[in-house]
Antibody
Framework: EVQLVESGGGLVQPGRSLRLSCAASGFTFDDYAMHWVRQAPGKGLEWVSGISWNSGSIGYADSVKGRFTISRDNAKNSLYLQMNSLRAEDTALYYCAKDMSHIAVAGSYGYWGQGTLVTVSS | DIQMTQSPSSLSASVGDRVTITCRAS??????LNWYQQKPGKAPKLLIY???SLQSGVPSRFSGSGSGTDFTLTISSLQPEDFATYYCQQSYSTLSITFGQGTRLEIK
């Protein structure tokens, strides 16, 4: 059974940093691209970042480019999101999502975690 | 970036109704269009991928169609468990993904 478990969220002051983690199990992690998607309270879904199976291709939403860094450790079956210079508008539930396509980046997500909440406030 | 526009933003319908939600892309995305369902407090669930392919385990009353810039999600006969928010998503730009703003489907 595919499982994605996010962690690392919490309350942080504006301008500070936070690192999210996603622990994956139930599939061959290093065969799939992975993504972060967020949802501000009461709002819609926003793609944040994605990374290919071998970290060779990476993309970011304009809203986080230059502040967030996605990475993965295939030996640990883990995905990460380093978030720097956090702003109030980064407040959201952050989901980890598994790409559907084997090896290629399809950008469609058959599995999601339950999310970790990040609140940016003074 | 490719912009995705859904209509309507909200919709009231009754059990047994046929419902259609539309999604328009700001440029052609071929068939790189996915639909998700999200219920309150839950993660989104993939319903349709590649515009018209039904995800495994999803009831056949859900269907998708379209290509290029215009797409539709149809629920042939609404069931009580279908009341939720629906999102379209383009995956034409696989590392520059965008979602529609969502359509909230409510009970009439």
């Amino acid at each position: 059974e595919v499982q994605l478990v996010e962690s690392g969220g919490g309350l942080v002051q504006p301008g500070r940093s936070l690192r999210l983690s996603c622990a994956a199990s139930g599939f061959t992690f290093d065969d799939y691209a992975m993504h972060w998607v967020r949802q501000a309270p009461g709002k819609g879904l926003e793609w944040v970042s994605g990374i290919s199976w071998n970290s060779g291709s990476i993309g970011y939403a304009d809203s986080v480019k230059g502040r967030f860094t996605i990475s993965r450790d295939n030996a640990k079956n883990s995905l990460y999101l380093q978030m720097n210079s956090l702003r109030a508008e980064d407040t959201a539930l952050y989901y980890c999502a598994k790409d559907m396509s084997h090896i290629a980046v399809a950008g469609s997500y058959g599995y999601w975690g339950q999310g970790t909440l990040v609140t940016v406030s003074s | 970036d490719i912009q995705m526009t859904q209509s309507p933003s909200s919709l009231s319908a009754s059990v047994g109704d046929r419902v259609t939600i539309t999604c328009r892309a700001s440029q052609s995305i071929s068939s790189y269009l996915n639909w998700y369902q999200q219920k309150p407090g839950k993660a989104p669930k993939l319903l349709i991928y590649a515009a018209s392919s039904l995800q495994s385990g999803v009831p056949s009353r859900f269907s998708g169609s379209g290509s290029g810039t215009d797409f539709t999600l149809t629920i042939s006969s609404l069931q009580p468990e279908d009341f939720a928010t629906y999102y379209c998503q383009q995956s034409y730009s696989t590392l520059s993904i965008t979602f529609g703003q969502g359509t909230r489907l409510e009970i009439k």
